[in-house]
């Protein structure tokens, strides 16, 4: 359970981090921030570098944050465009 939580609290910073680098953390609330630090770290562990790194919560840092800034800017750029259209 401890783990858990654990891995939440990371992903929330892996999130934070990613936002505050792209410049849209001021639009993400703390579930979204969880959320792509989640999903940024999946994809980032996956496609991009693996388990490179130094690792906290069984995610490896560096491909979890260019996982999460790269989930940010994707999700930015549809949400900005289906609110212009």
């Known amino acids: 359970m401890l783990h858990w939580i654990w891995v939440?609290?990371?992903?929330?910073?892996?999130g934070l981090i990613a936002g505050?680098?792209?410049?849209?953390?001021?639009?993400?609330?703390?579930?979204?921030?969880?959320?792509?630090?989640?999903?940024?770290?999946?994809l980032g562990q996956a496609?991009?570098?693996?388990?490179?790194?130094?690792?906290v919560a069984d995610m490896a840092i560096v491909s979890s944050i260019l996982g999460a800034v790269i989930l940010v800017i994707v999700v930015a750029f549809?949400?900005?465009?289906?609110?212009?259209?």
């Open 78 to 85: 549809f949400v900005n465009r289906f609110r212009t259209a």
């Open 20 to 42: 505050a680098l792209t410049g849209y953390g001021r639009s993400m609330n703390w579930i979204a921030n969880i959320v792509a630090g989640l999903v940024g770290s999946t």
């Open 8 to 14: 939440l609290i990371v992903g929330g910073v892996i």
């Open 47 to 55: 496609l991009l570098l693996g388990e490179w790194g130094p690792q």
